[in-house]
């Protein structure tokens, strides 16, 4: 069975690797693509999906639907300083003429959904604003929808926004809120990137070496979010959060461990705006219902993005 995807997107230079990752798979066909403001600025972030699909030789068949602009309630700050500006690394900046989609984001999910119970997904790799809209329109959604993976959140472990908080969920924490409150949602976070799906530089080298299209866009975004991994963490390595969830989607199997567990978000500002609350130990009375990826095995994912990027097939090894 061929799985039904939507994937909603701040596209910048990760989310780049997870959408090329689905629309190269053979096991899912990705239905749409629903832009969410987060990264940089709103109009490179839909240039950059657009661009994206030109890539893999899909942009006449995956339509592109332009959504929130803003997050539900909060003011927020884009991350050019992590993507280079425009996203793509600060050199890159798309003019595709491929025009959007006709009608809102939110509807396009709404409406895939309640046209088939059951059988779309939603992999979302941005703040949830689109996503929780779409639940404050159809109260059946979770009902409705098949599987919902998030990259967000930082269970239990220091943020990459801040100390509390993961960028997705300090974006938009209101919406974080109520996705993980009322959708049932296979969660990977920040914590599990940086344990199983940080990339060092000799890898970085040696993938910047095949001599493929997608080899080269790899090393065009990836070049300046190094140098402020360097600066930042004072490592020579990348994190590729998005791409990681979307594997873990692609291929369950490489999901070492799981759990299930009463997670909420805190919306209030401050400086625990974000946070993600994940109750480990049950000593609350929230129902456990969002299942939390805890470790992936990471030479698995290793191998399914060195295959999308010297073969254009991330399940080549399957």
Known sequence: MVQRLIIDTDTAGDDTQAILMAVLADSVAVEALTVVAGNVEFDYEVENAKYTLELAD?????????GARRPLLKEFEHVDYVHGEGGL???LFPDTGVPSADGHAVDAIVDAARESPGEVSLACI???TNVALAVRREPDLNDLLDEVWVMGGAVNTLGNDTPAAEFNFWVDPDAAKI????LDVTLVDWGVTVRDGAIG???????????????DFFATITDHTREF??????????????????ACLLEPDIVAESDTY??????????????SLVD?????????????????????????LEDMLRHGDPERSR
Do not use: Q
């Not at 996705?179 to 009322?182: D, H, I, R, S, T």
């Not at 530089?201 to 095949?210: I, M, S």
């Not at 129902?287 to 290793?302: I, K, L, M, N």
């Open 58 to 66: 899909a942009a006449d068949s995956v339509p592109v639907y332009e």
């Open 89 to 91: 690394g600060g050199d």
């Open 126 to 128: 941005g703040p949830l």
């Open 179 to 182: 996705v993980v409150g009322e």
């Open 201 to 215: 530089g000799e890898t970085l080298d040696a993938f910047a070496g095949f001599d493929t299209p997608y080899a």
């Open 229 to 246: 991994s360097k600066e930042r963490r004072g490592v020579d390595s990348i994190t590729v959060p998005d791409a990681l969830a979307m």
């Open 262 to 275: 009463f997670v909420d978000v805190d919306e209030r500002e401050g400086m625990t705006r974000g946070y």
């Open 280 to 304: 480990e130990l049950g000593i609350t009375d929230g129902d456990p219902r969002t299942r939390v990826v805890e470790s992936v095995d990471e030479s698995a994912f290793r191998r399914m």
